[in-house]
T-cell receptor, first 114, second 114 residues
Framework: DAGITQSPRHKVTETGTPVTLRCHQT?????MYWYRQDPGHGLRLIHY???????DKGEVSDGYSVSRSKTEDFLLTLESATSSQTSVYFC?????????????FGEGSWLTVV | QQQVKQSPQSLIVQKGGIPIINCAYE??????FPWYQQFPGKGPALLIA?????SEKKEGRFTISFNKSAKQFSLHIMDSQPGDSATYFC?????????????FGKGTKLTVNP
């Protein structure tokens, strides 16, 4: 258990509505990530953070924004949800050097956009 | 551009068999190569990892073989069991600027028949 909590775990929302997913960690790690998982695509990085207020884009960042105002929380926002954003979203934390560079994942948030 | 190529997409073996999953990469800046195991409805869980200065690593029934010159690495599961049935992802990590980023293969669905 890497101390990662994602909320909500399941959500159904309508096209065009804003959605925020929350990732909370209890271990005070510097690195946090948001991935999405889709059949045939594996896990793809949306955004990541390497510290409070330090964030950057991943490979599939269009339509998403993130914020990290506290070490323990990393929020992913879909400004205006589209059906193509129906996916499973995983938050991850990175322990970084010198703790072994290990990345651990949360249990996922299932989002359906109708 | 797929940075980590994983094969096969799916694999079926009998109990006791030795499934082998292969991955290849291009970017020599990668410095850490983990494998993740994912069961349905769960987040990916770190299984075993290797650094490029090591050619082989064993943890229980799981072995990573690493060929730095060929830029390939593989996962072997000895004496496979039905409980090993899951999706396996290889990954590669590199430092970029002030952050560490993990890229994934597309996954291999392993089925171990009793």
């Amino acid at each position: 258990d890497a101390g990662i909590t994602q909320s909500p775990r399941h959500k159904v929302t309508e096209t065009g509505t804003p959605v925020t997913l929350r990732c909370h960690q209890t271990e005070n790690h510097r690195y946090m990530y948001w991935y999405r998982q889709d059949p045939g695509h594996g896990l793809r990085l949306i955004h990541y953070s390497y510290g409070v207020k330090d964030t950057d884009k991943g490979e599939v960042s269009d339509g998403y924004s993130v914020s990290r105002s506290k070490t323990e929380d990393f929020l992913l926002t879909l400004e205006s949800a589209t059906s193509s954003q129906t996916s499973v979203y995983f938050c991850a934390i990175g322990t970084g050097v010198p703790a072994g560079n290990t990345i651990y994942f949360g249990e996922g948030s299932w989002l359906t956009v109708v | 551009q797929q940075q980590v190529k994983q094969s096969p997409q799916s694999l079926i073996v009998q109990k006791g068999g030795i499934p082998i999953i292969n991955c290849a990469y291009e970017n020599t800046a990668f410095d850490y190569f983990p494998w993740y195991q994912q069961f349905p409805g769960k987040g990916p869980a770190l299984l075993i990892a290797i650094r490029p200065d090591v050619s082989e690593k064993k943890e229980g029934r799981f072995t990573i073989s690493f060929n730095k010159s060929a830029k390939q690495f593989s996962l072997h599961i000895m004496d496979s069991q039905p409980g090993d049935s899951a999706t396996y992802f290889c990954a590669a990590k590199r430092r970029q600027g002030g952050s560490e980023k993990l890229v994934f293969g597309k996954g291999t669905k392993l089925t171990v028949n009793p």
